[in-house]
């Protein structure tokens, strides 16, 4: 595997349920990003991960909870979604973070329904 | 708060020259991106902006003031390929804070 991927690619979920995005870089970068993408809407970005550790949250509610066990992975946990949260999470990363104009490298995104 | 904008469509024809402006009016400046998505399809990185002046890089150049506000990407020789979205984002809060505009939707024609 190269560049960034992103598991599942497409996920219907209940609004009671619990799941889980996984996001992987295989480029050696420290730092790493999620993203939502909905129709209509300007790309929003939700966490900054910088060497494990995160660094910013945009104001994501708390039923997005990220994980950063290590620099190459990154999840995001589900739960108790409102339908308003289907869209396209978008995984990226960079050599460092963005706060130095770095490249960013995305993943092809989780397309997520929420029932 | 954080204002952002862009056209939201524009239309060019193969071999010529387009600009597409992208103004701002954000709580500080730490930098301004410029992004290609084509549909159905993740970001790529174009450029980054961060002194006043013009960037080259191949076909695309991005220019920055800062004082205006104002930013452009400059995209020469277009090909049908560059048929895409293109997203100005401004970084603010002390670089890691990122906002997009709506992004501008740019028809290449024979």
Redesign the interface.
């Known amino acids: 595997e190269t560049g960034v991927t992103q598991t599942p690619r497409h996920l219907v979920m209940g609004m009671t349920n619990k799941k889980s995005l996984k996001c992987e870089q295989h480029l050696g970068h420290n730092a790493m990003y999620w993203y939502k993408q909905s129709a209509?809407?300007?790309?929003?970005?939700m966490f900054?991960y910088s060497l494990e550790e995160r660094?910013?949250n945009?104001s994501v509610p708390s039923r997005f909870s990220p994980e950063c066990p290590n620099s190459s992975h990154l999840f995001l946990h589900l739960h108790t979604l409102q339908p308003e949260d289907s869209a396209l999470y978008?995984c990226?990363s960079s050599q460092d973070?963005?706060?130095?104009?770095n490249?960013?490298?995305?993943?092809?995104?989780t397309r997520l329904t929420v029932l | 708060g954080q204002n952002?904008d862009q056209p939201t469509e524009m239309t060019a024809t193969e071999g010529a020259i387009v600009q597409i402006n992208c103004t701002y009016q954000t709580s500080g400046f730490?930098?301004l991106?410029w992004y290609q998505q084509h549909a159905g399809?993740?970001?790529?990185?174009l450029s980054?902006n961060?002194l006043d002046g013009l960037e080259e890089k191949g076909r695309f150049s991005s220019f920055l003031s800062r004082s205006k506000g104002y930013s452009y990407l400059l995209l020469k020789e277009l090909q049908m390929k560059d048929s895409a979205s293109y997203?100005c984002?401004v970084?603010t809060?002390?670089?890691?804070?990122?906002?997009?505009?709506?992004?501008t939707q740019l028809k290449v024609e024979l």
Do not use: W
């Open positions: 209509k809407k300007p790309l929003e970005l900054v660094v910013e945009n978008l990226a973070t963005i706060s130095g104009g490249e960013q490298f995305f993943g092809p995104g | 952002i730490n930098g991106f399809e993740a970001p790529t990185f980054y961060v997203l984002a970084l809060g002390g670089g890691n804070k990122l906002t997009f505009g709506t992004g």
